[in-house]
């Protein structure tokens, strides 16, 4: 069904979630857990703090939402993988998409990365379980792949460690970054020339050899 053919209340309904979590992702980006408010998180998006309350039920809930959302979308690219997969496209696609939703929420990433430097304290039962079994699957695949040659023997858990933070880098520590390159923020073309270079220095580090 399009949005054209919702009925009025669902496009509404709709529209609140996404104004209140993308609300709440600034918010919490900001303030972190603790000094986050459903009051703040109510005003940045427009609407009364009962709206919110009535949507997601808690600052708690909305807050480990938003963690568990951000990670499905970094790690979708490779939930499908299989070991017939040719590993240079796979990684490159994951590199590529993972960069991708860095540029586009980078809120997001600083709010994981608080989250993780904070001791994980809402995200340890996802971590010790879904995530790491997640893991686990994917780091499979890849030790099939050096089995069969197609990349050299690197650990595969690390490999993926290095995927999430090179890419995660550039909004976790955007103030770095521009500081340093003297920007006043990275372009289009500045996502395009890093995610080149992380492609071409991970895929070769890796050994990873095209079928």
């Not at 053919?5 to 993308?22: D, G, S, V």
């Not at 980006?29 to 009051?39: F, I, L």
Request: net charge negative.
């Amino acid at each position: 069904m399009t949005s054209m053919n919702m009925p009025e209340t669902t496009r509404a309904r709709t529209r609140n979630e996404k104004a209140i979590l993308e609300a709440a992702e600034q918010v919490f980006a900001r303030h972190g857990y603790r000094g986050a408010s459903v009051q703040a998180i109510a005003e940045t998006a427009g609407l009364p703090k009962s709206n919110v309350l009535y949507y997601v039920g808690s600052k708690r809930r909305l807050y480990v939402v938003l963690l568990e959302r951000m990670m499905e979308r970094w790690n979708a690219m490779l939930d499908d993988i299989h070991v017939d997969d040719d590993p240079a496209d796979v990684l490159e696609a994951f590199i590529r998409s993972k960069m991708k939703l860095t540029q586009a929420h980078p809120q997001g990433s600083r709010l994981f990365a608080a989250e993780i430097l904070g001791g994980a304290p809402f995200l340890q039962e996802y971590l010790h379980n879904e995530l790491r079994t997640w893991v686990e699957a994917r780091a499979q695949v890849f030790r099939e792949w050096a089995e069969r040659g197609l990349m050299d023997p690197v650990d595969p858990v690390w490999l993926i460690f290095l995927i999430w933070s090179a890419t995660q880098h550039y909004a976790d520590f955007e103030a770095q970054v521009v500081a340093i390159t003297g920007r006043e923020t990275l372009s289009d073309g500045d996502y395009q020339g890093i995610t080149d270079f992380l492609c071409q220095v991970i895929l070769k580090g890796c050994g990873v050899r095209r079928r």
